[in-house]
């Protein structure tokens, strides 16, 4: 069983900073990636950042230069720094990891597993 647990969210004025932390939990053999998604209502989710074992990272375009993505593997925890906060930023925050877990017959296949989200608001 592998748990996928968000914190960070809250309420900012525009101009602001927030840092979103994810942690995976459970019998993990290892993470492959993780990566911070949002979904603003009546929109689809978007790929906001992301990072994988390697240290190498991605972003939205919209994003680049304002939200950093960090990770600690000793952990298996994912940050988002998010500073200069628009209200275009405004979402829920999900994290997504692929990870292997340990099985009774060993290592089993990577597979997606989904944080519950949280609230980002960005007042104006």
């Known amino acids: 069983q592998v748990q996928v647990v968000e914190s960070g969210g809250g309420l900012v004025q525009a101009g602001g900073s927030l840092r979103l932390s994810c942690a995976a939990s459970?019998?993990?053999?290892?993470?492959?990636?993780m990566a911070w998604y949002r979904q603003a209502p009546g929109k689809q989710r978007e790929l906001v950042a992301s990072?994988?074992?390697?240290?190498?990272?991605a972003y939205k375009d919209s994003v680049k230069g304002r939200f950093t993505i960090s990770r600690d593997n000793a952990k298996n925890t994912v940050y988002l720094q998010m500073t200069s906060l628009k209200p275009e930023d405004t979402a829920v925050y999900y994290c997504?990891?692929?990870?292997?877990?340990?099985?009774?017959?060993?290592?089993?296949?990577?597979?997606?597993?989904w944080g519950q989200g949280t609230q980002v608001t960005v007042s104006s």
């Open positions: 997504e990891t692929i990870l292997q877990t340990m099985g009774v017959s060993g290592v089993m296949d990577p597979r997606y597993y």
């Open positions: 459970g019998r993990i053999f290892s993470v492959n990636s």
């Open positions: 990072i994988i074992s390697g240290g190498n990272t």
